[in-house]
């Protein structure tokens, strides 16, 4: 009968929620707790037996913190390491100036300058970084964005994670650093440290290709046996395309106990969007089933779905159901934010604002993300084919 049907719908349901909940709850805040800035300030290995690195940061335009944010990486205190700047821009770019103070600033530092990249394939980062790919002394290459601050020991800690020779790739869950001047940059800072850090570290736990490129260290004879930087040029989110071909040949993926600082230029309500959409866009013709049903794992949807089935089983009031749910989420949603920074964010009522806003229009960002394949990349166009490869319109 029907009612049989719409029974066992609920029962389903329920037990879906409470196991997802659990699950995911419990395993980000425990191993987020036990894992994140663990070997923080702790060196491994003696600086003799350090292996030497390749640094090659990727710079396009000229933002507010790009000085700051490069500077980090001419005060690292990993002793053998060759830094390569990577400029899309020509010559006479704002970012080039900034490349040659810090050159003339720091003029022991093992430095090279790059300027407009190869073409390859129609991914911008890969053209931008290959002649330094190309061109790198070690095997072991730090690929990490522009935009992103490093601490003096950061090389330190991720090589450390490479003294296995069955490790290929060891990547920064991506989070927002401390210098947050903005509701729009809180946003950013919540979104990274509760949501996305949750599926980042259930995935990870789980042994599972879930690697963020934003800053990542990869052993190249890994990577050129898989084909080869150039061989993913015709992806935009190289970094997945790359980390499931190194995962299915049995590599193993390794996570940093130290989060990548993210510490952009000017953030807008509307970039957020934007790279919302973006990478909901990249999810759902990469991962097409996990894509579409994102939405379930949402702390709305999938309470309102939740309490609709307690209320049909159980008589349980819906509102109130909802009540308990958010607030037990937000209390989860809390503490792992406070273990990722490590210290209480605030003020918490613009914490709370920045927090409500996402769970809120995250649905119709979902919305928005899965309309059109089209995306725009740095003022680019690009349209996605099943499977993730993009054609440049």
């Given at each position: 009968?029907?009612?049989?049907?719409?029974?066992?719908?609920?029962?389903?349901?329920?037990?879906?929620?409470?196991?997802?909940?659990?699950?995911?709850?419990?395993?980000?805040?425990?191993?987020?707790?036990?894992?994140?800035?663990?070997?923080?300030?702790?060196?491994?290995?003696?600086?003799?037996?350090?292996?030497?690195?390749?640094?090659?940061?990727?710079?396009?335009?000229?933002d507010k913190n790009l000085k700051?944010?490069?500077?980090?990486?001419?005060?690292?205190?990993?002793?053998?390491?060759?830094?390569?700047?990577?400029?899309?821009?020509?010559?006479?770019?704002?970012?080039?100036?900034?490349?040659?103070?810090?050159?003339?600033?720091?003029?022991?530092?093992?430095?090279?300058?790059?300027?407009?990249?190869?073409?390859?394939?129609?991914?911008?980062?890969?053209?931008?970084?290959?002649?330094?790919?190309?061109?790198?002394?070690?095997?072991?290459?730090?690929?990490?964005?522009?935009?992103?601050?490093?601490?003096?020991?950061?090389?330190?800690?991720?090589?450390?994670?490479?003294?296995?020779?069955?490790?290929?790739?060891?990547?920064?869950?991506?989070?927002?650093?401390?210098?947050?001047?903005?509701?729009?940059?809180?946003?950013?800072?919540?979104?990274?440290?509760?949501?996305?850090?949750?599926?980042?570290?259930?995935?990870?736990?789980?042994?599972?290709?879930?690697?963020?490129?934003?800053?990542?260290?990869?052993?190249?004879?890994?990577?050129?046996?898989?084909?080869?930087?150039?061989?993913?040029?015709?992806?935009?989110?190289?970094?997945?395309t790359i980390g499931k071909a190194?995962?299915?040949?049995?590599?193993?993926?390794?996570?940093?106990?130290?989060?990548?600082?993210?510490?952009?230029?000017?953030?807008?309500?509307?970039?957020?969007?934007?790279?919302?959409?973006?990478?909901?866009?990249?999810?759902?013709?990469?991962?097409?089933?996990?894509?579409?049903?994102?939405?379930?794992?949402?702390?709305?949807?999938?309470?309102?779905?939740?309490?609709?089935?307690?209320?049909?089983?159980?008589?349980?009031?819906?509102?109130?159901?909802?009540?308990?749910?958010?607030?037990?989420?937000?209390?989860?949603?809390?503490?792992?934010?406070?273990?990722?920074?490590?210290?209480?964010?605030?003020?918490?009522?613009?914490?709370?604002?920045?927090?409500?806003?996402?769970?809120?229009?995250?649905?119709?960002?979902?919305?928005?993300?899965?309309?059109?394949?089209?995306?725009?990349?740095?003022?680019?166009?690009?349209?996605?084919?099943?499977?993730?490869?993009?054609?440049?319109?």
């Amino acid at each position: 009968s029907m009612e049989t049907v719409v029974a066992t719908a609920a029962v389903i349901m329920l037990a879906f929620y409470g196991t997802y909940t659990l699950v995911a709850h419990g395993i980000a805040l425990g191993f987020g707790k036990r894992w994140l800035h663990s070997r923080q300030q702790k060196d491994t290995t003696a600086a003799g037996d350090l292996p030497g690195v390749s640094i090659i940061k990727p710079i396009v335009g000229c933002d507010k913190n790009l000085k700051a944010n490069l500077e980090t990486f001419f005060q690292l205190s990993y002793p053998k390491c060759e830094l390569l700047v990577c400029i899309a821009e020509p010559d006479n770019s704002p970012a080039m100036s900034v490349v040659r103070g810090l050159l003339g600033q720091y003029p022991t530092i093992t430095a090279k300058v790059f300027v407009g990249g190869e073409v390859v394939g129609v991914n911008p980062k890969i053209n931008n970084i290959m002649p330094a790919y190309r061109q790198a002394q070690y095997d072991l290459i730090w690929i990490c964005d522009s935009g992103i601050a490093a601490l003096p020991n950061t090389l330190q800690e991720l090589v450390s994670h490479m003294t296995s020779p069955e490790v290929a790739l060891v990547h920064q869950p991506p989070y927002v650093g401390t210098h947050v001047n903005s509701f729009s940059a809180l946003l950013d800072k919540v979104y990274f440290g509760t949501q996305h850090l949750r599926v980042y570290l259930v995935a990870n736990y789980f042994g599972q290709n879930c690697a963020n490129g934003m800053s990542w260290l990869i052993r190249r004879t890994a990577l050129e046996g898989v084909g080869g930087l150039a061989s993913f040029s015709d992806y935009l989110a190289e970094d997945f395309t790359i980390g499931k071909a190194l995962w299915t040949r049995r590599w193993k993926l390794a996570m940093s106990t130290m989060p990548a600082l993210q510490n952009g230029g000017e953030r807008t309500l509307t970039s957020y969007q934007a790279r919302m959409v973006r990478w909901g866009r990249l999810r759902a013709t990469m991962m097409p089933w996990p894509g579409l049903l994102e939405p379930f794992t949402e702390c709305l949807v999938l309470g309102l779905l939740a309490s609709v089935a307690a209320s049909h089983l159980f008589g349980v009031g819906v509102a109130w159901f909802m009540v308990v749910h958010v607030g037990v989420w937000l209390c989860s949603d809390l503490l792992l934010l406070t273990i990722i920074e490590g210290g209480v964010v605030g003020p918490l009522w613009k914490v709370l604002g920045a927090w409500t806003l996402r769970e809120v229009w995250t649905f119709l960002l979902f919305l928005e993300g899965v309309w059109s394949r089209e995306v725009v990349w740095r003022g680019t166009r690009y349209r996605l084919q099943m499977g993730g490869k993009a054609i440049k319109l």
